[in-house]
């Protein structure tokens, strides 16, 4: 059973950066499409990023550019760097696993491990 822990959540000002970090144990990453997904109170659970691979990622339009998200397959984990953060990006973020063998997708219901959560609220 994948096991995934987010870090790096905080308060930050509108403009600010972070660094999230999500660390899988107990499975290689590398046999899993991995993604980020973020949910406000009330609202339904959105897409953010995902990576199938090293390089070979896919974007939320209302965070291209200023997300990335990549991966170490040596040490086991997986990172989103947010710059230029907009209160609006206020939300729990979660790290998810999905075997790689079913393919990408940006649908939350479709990942099968998911990590705790990590708050990050933006102040404007």
């Known amino acids: 059973q994948v096991q995934l822990v987010e870090s790096g959540g905080g308060l930050v000002q509108a403009g600010g950066s972070l660094r999230l970090s999500c660390a899988v144990s107990?499975?290689?990453?590398?046999?899993?499409?991995m993604g980020w997904f973020r949910q406000v109170p009330g609202k339904a659970r959105e897409f953010v990023a995902i990576?199938?691979?090293?390089?070979?990622?896919y974007y939320a339009d209302s965070v291209k550019g200023r997300f990335t998200i990549s991966r170490d397959n040596a040490r086991n984990a997986m990172y989103l760097q947010i710059n230029s953060l907009k209160p609006e990006d206020t939300a729990v973020y979660y790290c998810?696993?999905?075997?790689?063998?079913?393919?990408?997708?940006?649908?939350?219901?479709?990942?099968?491990?998911w990590g705790q959560g990590t708050q990050v609220t933006v102040s404007s």
């Open positions: 107990r499975s290689a990453i590398s046999s899993y499409v």
């Open positions: 998810a696993a999905r075997r790689l063998r079913l393919g990408g997708s940006v649908r939350p219901d479709d990942y099968d491990y």
């Open positions: 990576e199938w691979s090293i390089g070979s990622t």
